[in-house]
C-alpha cells in the first residue's frame, strides 16, 4: 500500500482558500487517492476521491498531477466549521482481495476569525 | 446522519472482561470495515468484512475477533481487555468491496479500568 506524507497542521483565516498537499511517491497504477475530514470523538467523513488531473463536487477539489505522486485537496472559502483533520488515503479500489484502508496521521488544519 | 449505526454509545469495564461492539450498516451496503482510534495510535484499520466474508485484515489482535451476519450487521468481540485497548472504535460501510467511499458510524467509546 502507498504511504501518504501530509503536513501534520495548517491554519488558515476565514474566506481563504486552503490547499492541503499529499505526497504518495508509491503510488500504484489501480490505486485511487481519497480524502476524509475528522472532527473530534466523530467518525470520519468523506470528502472527495479521485485517480487524475482534477475531481470537483460541492465541497472541495482534488488536484492530481500526470505523476500522481503527489495530490492536492483544496478547500474554497473556508470557514471556522472546516477546523478539523483531514486524511489523504491511497489504495486499490479494483475490489480485489477485500480493502485495507490505510489512514496516516493527517493534516490538522485550524481556520481562525 | 451517515445510516450507520453502532451500539452501545459508550462502554466502561474492567480489565480481563470481554464486550461485544454491534454496527449496521447503511441499508444496500454489504461491507462493513471496523477501526481503532485511540489518542496514540491513530486511526488503525482492523478488518473488512463484505457480505458476511472477512475480505481484508489489518491490526488486529488475535484477542479480537469479528463477524459479518446474514442481515449484514458486524460485531467486534474483544476479550481478556488491557488498559491499552481503551479507544474510540468505528465501524464503517460501503456499498462494494472495494473501499469506494466509506461511511462512518458515530463510533463505541470503549474505556477499560
Known amino acids: 500500500l502507498a504511504k501518504t506524507t501530509q503536513p501534520i497542521s495548517m491554519d488558515s483565516y476565514e474566506g481563504q482558500e486552503v490547499n492541503i498537499t499529499c505526497s504518495h511517491n508509491n503510488i500504484a497504477t489501480n490505486d485511487y487517492i481519497t480524502w476524509y475530514q475528522q472532527f473530534p470523538s466523530q467518525g470520519p467523513r468523506f470528502i472527495i476521491q479521485g485517480y487524475k488531473t482534477k475531481v470537483t463536487n460541492e465541497v472541495a477539489s482534488l488536484f492530481i498531477p500526470a505523476d500522481r505522486k503527489s495530490s492536492t485537496l483544496s478547500l474554497p472559502r473556508v470557514s471556522l466549521s472546516d477546523t478539523a483533520v483531514y486524511y489523504c488515503?491511497?489504495?486499490?479500489?479494483?475490489?480485489?482481495?477485500?480493502?485495507?484502508?490505510?489512514f496516516g496521521a493527517g493534516t490538522r488544519l485550524f481556520v481562525k476569525a | 446522519d451517515s445510516g450507520v449505526t453502532q451500539t452501545p454509545k459508550h462502554l466502561i469495564t474492567a480489565t480481563g472482561q470481554r464486550v461485544t461492539l454491534r454496527c449496521s450498516p447503511r441499508s444496500g451496503d454489504l461491507s462493513v470495515y471496523w477501526y481503532q482510534q485511540s489518542l496514540d495510535q491513530g486511526l488503525q484499520f482492523l478488518i473488512h468484512?463484505?457480505?458476511?466474508?472477512?475480505?481484508a485484515k489489518g491490526n488486529i489482535l488475535e484477542r479480537f475477533s469479528a463477524q459479518q451476519f446474514p442481515d449484514l450487521h458486524s460485531e467486534l468481540n474483544l476479550s481478556s481487555l488491557e488498559l491499552g485497548d481503551s479507544a474510540l472504535y468505528f465501524c464503517?460501510?460501503?456499498?462494494?468491496?472495494?473501499?469506494?467511499?466509506?461511511?462512518f458510524g458515530p463510533g463505541t467509546r470503549l474505556t477499560v479500568l
Open positions: 488515503l491511497v489504495g486499490d479500489l479494483s475490489g480485489t482481495g477485500g480493502f485495507k484502508t490505510i
Open positions: 468484512y463484505y457480505n458476511g466474508e472477512e475480505r
Open positions: 464503517a460501510s460501503s456499498v462494494s468491496g472495494s473501499g469506494r467511499e466509506q461511511f
